[in-house]
């Protein structure tokens, strides 16, 4: 177990580590405009079956969030080490 946690700290680094200030502001930037629309829609889908709950809703934007910004920073270090 030991290894993949080794592992995925290895992919985060290396998925949100950039090489210039304006790749940095353009994933954030990214991230923001399409994690909120997902995120609103689960907290619509939990409202729905569950009732409201303020702590699922801060939760899955948290998560959301973060995978997405984890996504697009891989997107985007693979791209600019495709280029070179």
């Known amino acids: 177990m030991p290894r993949l946690t080794h592992s995925l700290a290895e992919t985060w680094t290396a998925a949100t580590t950039f090489e210039s200030t304006r790749v940095r502001a353009a994933v954030l930037v990214a ?3 399409c994690s909120f629309p997902v995120t609103w829609e689960l ?3 939990w409202e729905q079956e569950f009732g409201y709950s ?3 809703t801060v939760v899955s934007t948290i998560v959301v ?3 997405v910004y984890a996504v697009f ?12």
Request: glycine content about 4%; overall charge negative; cysteine-free.
């Open 31 to 33: 991230t923001i405009v």
């Open 43 to 45: 907290s619509e889908l």
């Open 54 to 56: 303020s702590l699922a």
């Open 65 to 67: 969030f973060f995978a």
């Open 73 to 84: 920073g891989y997107v985007s270090t693979f791209a600019t080490d495709r280029e070179e």
